[in-house]
């Protein structure tokens, strides 16, 4: 198939104010208990092909950060061995945990293992994420990290219809029958220590986490991009991993997945590593990959890999767009009804409710594939000022809109916090809206956007907020 050049992201790091938490430092150890399975003999499962893979791909990324690792892959993953492995090892260490296989849910969110039985509708010996969330806080660890490529929920449709890309979501077959609806506005993973345990999920709760071919072999998207990030940048934040992660992601799935990572996270640097150059080369091979095919793309567009070895500027267009700056006290975007599924000719009303002054610039790609500005529609900057405690209703006050295809609706606000920050942007967007969507990916990936993050005033120069409905026949 025929490639066409889409632009490396080159990841920034931000600092929107004091984190919650520390960042990872030197003097304190970690260990990594790292899980891939591919089989699950006790289910009628289809066996993954990327799981196992993926697990010895990350275990190799946190070697060489010098971080101890306990590896477990297929049938030495019972449920059992995971619990057992999370309390062994040195108790002054930090933790890691890695998981890539099936995940269940979404009412009660599990992970499945090796010794997984199904019973009907039910899936015994699965691991809650209750339960693995309450083994990670009774850890005597000054850091928890919690990585999952898996998800919850299925049944997405694409833009262009099924995909043939594997979901990591498995449902008992008794209990299969229509997807349960669930909020448009389920983001995080419900129920688990949010602020004792740092997540970093492969999707939004009401997303898939897809595994396919990337460069010949089978892999989680999620964690291909993740690898190859950490083997570039060595020294690095969780927030540059985020953006070259996300950047890369949307388009690989047709802006169908998008990685959470935990807030308290994101101005902390990866663990291992503390110091240490980029590697140009491994940078050069990032799989940024053609809008049309998963085949690696070399160099970055212009020729050059060099940059600061966390990743930094300058970033494209692109970057910003899948970038997710959230802050709900700035910007929300919601929908009534808040389901994140809707029939086709069902009204639905987006509203976005704004806390701080700025510009504001509403995004949203639809289910025929394209790029178009919600807000403001005349697409300039001087139409977009809004104040703290506006709320802009779409497509208007007391109207609907109506969703007249199947397909995913997406929209993404953006909240700059002044005219400077979000007048480039504004140019880039304005001249993509009504572009199909990996045009507009390769066309804003190719415009390099400089793009300081530096809080400003205690404050962000840009939040995002988004959210996805699926419009179903």
Not at 171 to 176: E, I, L
Not at 366 to 382: A, F, R
């Amino acid at each position: 198939m025929k490639s066409t050049k889409f632009v490396a992201a080159a990841a920034f790091l931000l600092v929107c104010g004091t984190p919650q938490w520390s960042a990872f430092s030197a003097g304190h150890s970690y260990r990594a208990v790292v899980i891939g399975i591919n089989k699950y003999p006790g289910t009628s499962a289809k066996a993954l092909a990327g799981a196992r893979a993926d697990a010895e791909n990350f275990a190799e990324s946190c070697r060489a950060r010098g971080i101890q690792v306990t590896t477990l892959l297929d049938d030495q993953a019972s449920r059992q061995n995971i619990l057992k492995a999370l309390r062994e090892g040195d108790a002054s260490s930090n933790v890691l945990v890695y998981y890539a296989g099936y995940g269940s849910g979404p009412s009660e969110p599990r992970l499945l293992c090796a010794d997984t039985q199904e019973q009907g509708a039910r899936l015994d010996n699965a691991l809650t994420l209750k339960e693995l969330d309450q083994a990670l806080v009774s850890l005597p660890a000054r850091e928890r990290v919690c990585i999952l490529d898996t998800c919850f929920t299925a049944a997405r449709s694409s833009k262009d219809g099924p995909s043939d890309d594997v979901v990591r979501y498995y449902r008992a077959r008794k209990g299969s029958g229509s997807r349960e609806i669930m909020m448009a506005s389920a983001y995080d993973i419900p129920g688990v220590s949010h602020d004792k345990v740092r997540y970093i999920a492969a999707s939004r709760y009401n997303e898939e986490a897809l595994e396919a071919s990337v460069d010949g072999r089978p892999a989680g998207l999620f964690t291909a991009l993740m690898c190859q990030t950490l083997k570039a940048y060595p020294n690095t934040t969780w927030q540059a991993v985020q953006v070259q992660v996300a950047s890369k992601l949307s388009v690989l799935a047709e802006d169908r997945q998008h990685p959470v990572f935990a807030q308290s996270a994101l101005a902390s640097r990866v663990p291992g590593i503390e110091v240490g150059e980029a590697n140009p080369a491994v940078q050069a091979n990032l799989p940024a990959h053609s809008t049309q095919s998963r085949e690696p793309i070399l160099g970055n567009g212009n020729g050059s890999t060099a940059g600061p070895s966390w990743g930094g500027p300058p970033t494209s267009a692109w970057d910003l767009y899948a970038a997710d700056i959230r802050d709900p006290q700035a910007v929300r975007v919601s929908v009534h009804p808040d389901q994140d599924a809707v029939r086709v000719g069902q009204p639905i009303q987006i509203k976005i409710t704004v806390g701080k002054p700025g510009y504001l610039l509403v995004i949203n790609h639809g289910s025929e594939n394209k790029i178009n500005t919600l807000y403001p529609l005349s697409g300039q900057l001087d139409d977009a000022l809004v104040k703290g405690g506006d709320v802009v209703d779409i497509p208007g006050p007391s109207l609907t809109l109506s969703p007249d295809r199947p397909g995913q609706e997406r929209v993404k606000a953006f909240l700059f916090a002044s005219r400077d920050k979000g007048q480039e942007f504004f140019q880039s967007m304005h001249a993509s809206s009504g572009t199909d969507f990996k045009q507009a990916a390769t066309k804003l990936g190719g415009r390099s956007l400089v793009f300081g993050m530096v809080a400003e005033e205690g404050r962000a120069p840009i939040n995002t907020s988004d959210l996805s409905i699926q419009v179903m026949p």
